[in-house]
């Protein structure tokens, strides 16, 4: 899932030092799509200026591929996410979507195994914040107003068990 090219354009990314103290993770709430179709729905619909709320997305299969790992603009210029309704949270959380209706399915084996891989390497891309790794939170652990995401049938505490509490 994370191939070298994958790897290079985060790799390409200038990180400041000490700013990702979270990564938060969603479900797209929609059985299909992917980051140029969220891309387009953000900016044209929710007006969003920079788009794509996400820094990462990772499909299921049905608009890009099982568990393929999109990288967005969001992540490559290094700007503040639009996907927790909180600009400070915002300024210091990578958001990565997983397309799919979580609380109507279940991610596939692949998206997981691809989220696993990817949350892996971003935290040893973003560094250590006063000698602890990135949090890694689901997003209505951490967000300000109630959600259900990344949906009722994401396994949190398979995420709580590969990342900590």
Not at 2 to 11: E, K, M, T
Not at 118 to 146: C, D, F, S, W
Request: hydrophobic share 30%.
């Amino acid at each position: 899932y994370l191939s070298p090219a994958i790897r290079r354009q985060i790799d390409a990314a200038r990180l400041k030092k000490g700013r990702w103290k979270y990564i938060i993770i969603h479900n797209s709430a929609t059985r299909q799509g992917n980051a140029k179709i969220f891309d387009n729905y953000h900016r044209r619909v929710r007006k969003m200026r920079h788009g794509l709320a996400y820094h990462f997305v990772i499909g299921n299969g049905t608009s890009s591929g099982n568990g393929e790992i999109e990288i967005g603009n969001r992540w490559q210029q290094q700007l503040n996410g639009g996907h927790v309704a909180s600009d400070y949270l915002n300024n210091i959380a990578v958001g990565i979507c997983l397309v799919g209706d979580y609380d109507r399915d279940q991610p596939s084996q692949a998206q997981l195994e691809a989220l696993e891989e990817l949350t892996t390497y971003l935290r040893a891309r973003v560094g250590r914040v006063q000698g602890k790794n990135a949090i890694v939170r689901g997003h209505k652990e951490i967000n300000p107003r109630p959600t259900s995401c990344p949906g009722k049938r994401f396994p949190l505490s398979w995420l709580r068990q590969k990342f900590g509490k």
